[in-house]
């Protein structure tokens, strides 16, 4: 039997896609919520979940210290981002650092979510189908953490 000590969802979000789609995973797994609001937040779990927007296609720059400011050997990662336009290399610049840093990403998600200044991209989402696509996501990487666990 596979015993998780800890499994926390930390997402940075200014207008409320990030952080939807943080709950519903968190919902998903009974899992605690740390919102990133500086990027000096430390890592403490096994399983972490790590979310942003996309900026300039790009992590928000709370997220991209995060990323960079913590040491993520042993942690099991599953990354996941909103954007309106394109998710750019957002994911792949958070799975290349927390790699680099010890990590393992095991999973990762993006979600379409409404544009702040221009609404029409994207409006009404992250919707209902959405966030049961992130609770999918989310229970993917609980067994996929379980299983790499066991090998």
């Known amino acids: 039997m596979v015993v998780i000590r800890s499994i926390i ?24 919520l ?22 300039g296609f790009r992590p928000a720059g709370p997220v991209r210290s995060f990323v960079e400011n913590n040491d993520w050997a042993g942690v099991r990662v599953g990354l996941f981002c909103t954007y309106s336009l394109h998710p750019g290399r957002t994911l792949r610049w958070m799975r290349e650092r927390i790699e680099a840093r010890g990590g393992e990403v095991i999973g990762e998600l993006r979600i379409k979510g409404e544009h702040s200044f221009i609404p029409v991209l994207a409006r009404g989402r992250p919707n209902e189908r959405d966030l049961r696509r992130a609770q999918e ?7 996929r953490f379980e299983r790499g666990a066991r090998e």
């Open 34 to 55: 740390v919102e990133i609001l500086t990027g000096s937040e430390r890592v403490d779990a096994d399983l972490a979940f790590v979310g942003t927007p996309t900026h």
């Open 9 to 32: 969802v930390y997402y940075f979000s200014e207008t409320g896609n990030t952080e939807a789609v943080a709950r519903a995973i968190a919902s998903a797994l009974n899992a605690d």
């Open 137 to 143: 996501f989310a229970r993917t990487v609980l067994r």
